[in-house]
């Protein structure tokens, strides 16, 4: 494996971004336009999102393909004179990944498989997938998928040409149903905000250091790598500070502290993140 390039390269030609209408990949999509690129092209399945993304970033450098990572065929019209991919599709609510299994190992795992093979038929240069920090000892399907995806990503390493990273995230803030969302929600309602377990701990990460990072991560990959931004890690009491707090338990497949490392792992550390080899 090459090693790791510390100095971020610019981006040129062709980006498409997989779950691109999704609050990460909007976030993404908005970091790129500061890249010299041809175009950006985001494939989604909810038209309502892609609808509501171009509506407000109104930049013909956009191009919108309704589609899955389910559908292999699609990708491969997508990525048709792309140099480099930004996989962030994904189911990643654990409960409803928990509740419906074989819909998270369609999208996660499967189709994650459709994104490698078609990167490859299309001889893209560099993939980068964003994975979770729940990928870390998973005891829940969500978790355990994104371990899969990581697995199957840099593995491809090994037998083609095209370069193969992933980005492991913690909780971005006031992601879609993130539990900061829910809460402004009741106390909007004047209710008490709803909490698992007071000492329940996460790694939190904002939409905008998130989405710089990810650009980063794809100016520097030189395939095989793990990449990690170092993040605040944050108990559920401390998140809710000076609210009225509800005490609900943990739900079905919830950790009660994330990790972001696995046993095993070697880690190589730079100032603001680390990478896994």
């Not at 981006?11 to 976030?27: M, P, Q, S």
């Not at 490698?116 to 001889?123: D, F, G, L």
């Not at 996460?202 to 395939?223: E, N, P």
């Amino acid at each position: 494996m090459l090693p790791v390039r510390v100095n971020p390269m610019p981006l040129t030609g062709n980006v498409l971004i997989t779950g691109g209408a999704g609050f990460l990949g909007r976030g993404i999509a908005s970091e790129l336009l500061k890249e010299n690129l041809d175009s950006i092209r985001i494939l989604d399945h909810s038209e309502y999102l892609l609808w509501e993304m171009d509506k407000h970033l109104n930049n013909r450098i956009f191009r919108y393909f309704l589609g899955d990572v389910r559908d292999k065929d699609r990708l491969n019209m997508a990525m048709d004179g792309v140099d480099c991919v930004i996989h962030c599709a994904a189911i990643k609510h654990v409960p409803i990944a928990e509740y419906n299994p074989i819909e998270a190992v369609n999208t996660n795992i499967n189709g994650s498989i459709n994104v490698i093979e078609a990167s490859m038929e299309q001889a893209v240069d560099k993939v980068l997938a964003v994975s979770s920090d729940k990928a870390v000892h998973p005891i829940n399907i969500y978790g355990a998928s994104k371990l899969c995806m990581e697995k199957l990503i840099i593995q491809s390493n090994s037998y083609a040409k095209s370069k193969f990273s992933c980005v492991r995230m913690g909780n971005i803030e006031g992601s879609r149903g993130s539990v900061i969302e829910l809460w402004r929600t009741q106390r909007m309602n004047g209710e008490p905000v709803t909490v698992t377990e007071k000492d329940m701990s996460r790694y939190w990460i904002d939409i905008d250091k998130a989405s710089t990072f990810v650009v980063k991560c794809l100016q520097m990959m030189t395939g095989g790598e793990i990449f990690i931004p170092l993040m605040p890690k944050k108990t559920m009491e401390e998140l809710a500070k000076g609210n009225d707090i509800k005490i609900i338990g943990k739900r079905k497949g919830e950790k009660k502290h994330e990790e972001l490392v696995a046993e095993g792992e070697q880690v190589e550390k730079f100032e603001d993140y680390m990478v896994v080899r």
